[in-house]
């Protein structure tokens, strides 16, 4: 994306005006934050004099290893935002076996954390006690967080998202390989949340190949589970790392009852396996005042304990549901035999237009599966297609959109390899079910021939 496109984008979100500053791997704490002069990234983030709520904060190409704590403290009005240059791979690297600290840590208020790429390429996967393990990639702390379209991948848990993160969310964020074996079972979740205060988004996300969990909204009888609005997330095979096996990938509910929820539009899978995967509302205290909507739960479907006040209506359920009355049934789509047909969901990115996450449900096994992408891109617009079981790989579909339906390839194979050494193999979802990653480019190109997906395409951001 071009950074004139970028920067009316931030006008338009209320920033016009702002202040520019720039992190590189190679910048220093004497620096001024200037392209000429960068700062380096911890010193970025404990903010400068200069900056103030409404500037931004580039982060250049490279990687900055360690661990990191933003106190970056923006307003509701103008946050500070901290993003991944244009067309850059903004790398923090963790390095480390240790439980503590996290990767990144964010504390201050109102800070939007856009583009980055956060992983930890120690090895180490498997602990002998269940109170160590790998560190969490990201731990949220600040008011009024947003995390945007950030690539969180290989830590202990994905992202913790605390109780004293009030009024934040995550926001289209790919979060994958999160987790360990201890000599109990697999640990670690894409996301654990917990919320008392405000209301907590998890939004237009992909959570997958956990070791354990990968929406997990858990605590004991202290805490609190209240508030959140879980939308347009896609979450798979999530357990399917450790020796142990799948396990769920969405699980709202613990040790208090979690109260004034909604789950809606999102979309959940499990490669087949000996072991039932599921997702879980109510999970010991139960819930109260929750809506569950137009959710399309494959191959592990829902389980309720103890709901109460519930509507749960327009869902699709297969190849079970446990503690919904008759009356709840009815007005949903179960499933017991497998299905056929194909469904694909397309669910656009409300900060970079243009891009999108895909949900492609094929009980048919088609090789390919035509979409029309016309609702999202201009004819003669250059994009590309991402498998985000491969986030960072090379395209499976692109070029100079026409107008016609994009032909998508559902039976890939090659997936982002974890790092390390997981208890159970890494393998790609079969061809009944991909996710894929819709990212388009600013300019419109000329045409110059052939068919939609030929040609060759630009380095993707």
């Not at 009888?221 to 959140?228: C, H, I, P, R, T």
């Not at 939308?231 to 396990?247: C, K, M, P, Y």
């Not at 509302?281 to 389980?303: H, P, S």
């Not at 049934?329 to 996450?357: K, Q």
Request: hydrophobic letters at 40%; proline letters at 8%.
């Amino acid at each position: 994306m071009r950074l004139s496109l970028i920067l009316s984008l931030l006008s338009a979100a209320g920033l016009a005006g702002a202040a520019e500053f720039f992190v590189s791997p190679f910048g220093s704490p004497g620096g001024n934050g200037s392209m000429a002069s960068p700062w380096d990234l911890s010193t970025a983030l404990a903010q400068p004099a200069a900056v103030v709520p409404g500037d931004t904060i580039w982060v250049g190409e490279g990687t900055y290893r360690g661990s990191f704590t933003s106190l970056l403290r923006g307003t509701a009005a103008r946050p500070i935002v901290v993003r991944a240059a244009p067309a850059a791979r903004a790398v923090i690297d963790g390095e480390s076996d240790s439980l503590l600290p996290a990767v990144f840590t964010i504390r201050g208020a109102y800070a939007w954390i856009w583009g980055l790429e956060i992983l930890n390429s120690h090895p180490r996967r498997t602990y002998p006690t269940p109170a160590t393990g790998r560190p969490t990639g990201i731990d949220i702390f600040g008011t009024g967080v947003r995390l945007v379209n950030c690539l969180v991948h290989d830590h202990g848990s994905g992202i913790g998202f605390w109780s004293n993160s009030v009024d934040s969310q995550l926001y289209g964020v790919i979060v994958y390989n999160n987790g360990w074996d201890g000599p109990d079972r697999g640990h670690g979740h894409a996301v654990y949340a917990q919320n008392e205060q405000g209301v907590k988004r998890i939004t237009d996300s992909v959570f997958f190949n956990s070791f354990s969990h990968g929406i997990h909204i858990y605590g004991s009888e202290e805490a609190s589970l209240n508030q959140f609005r879980v939308e347009g997330n896609i979450a798979f095979d999530n357990g399917a790392l450790s020796r142990t096996g799948i396990t769920r990938n969405i699980l709202l509910g613990g040790g208090t009852v979690a109260r004034d929820n909604l789950l809606a539009d999102n979309y959940t899978y499990f490669s087949p396996s000996p072991l039932v995967g599921q997702n879980n509302i109510g999970y010991r205290a139960g819930c109260d005042g929750m809506a569950v909507r137009r959710n399309y739960f494959a191959n592990g479907g829902l389980v309720a304990i103890e709901c109460r006040n519930v509507v749960i209506e327009d869902n699709f359920f297969h190849p079970y549901i446990f503690g919904l009355p008759e009356a709840q049934l009815a007005r949903n789509t179960y499933v017991r035999t497998r299905p056929t047909g194909t469904r694909v969901f397309v669910r656009p990115n409300e900060y970079e237009p243009g891009r999108a996450h895909l949900a492609v449900f094929n009980w048919d096994l088609r090789d390919r599966v035509p979409v029309d992408l016309s609702p999202f891109l201009r004819p003669g617009q250059v994009f590309a297609i991402r498998d985000l079981q491969n986030p960072l790989g090379p395209p499976v579909a692109g070029g100079v959109f026409d107008g016609r339906p994009v032909s998508l390839p559902l039976n890939l194979t090659t997936i982002a390899t974890p790092v390390g050494e997981p208890g159970a193999q890494a393998r790609h979802t079969p061809s009944e079910f991909g996710a894929f990653l819709l990212l388009p480019y600013a300019a419109p190109v000329r045409r110059r021939g052939g068919e939609n997906g030929s040609g060759r395409l630009p380095a993707i951001p």
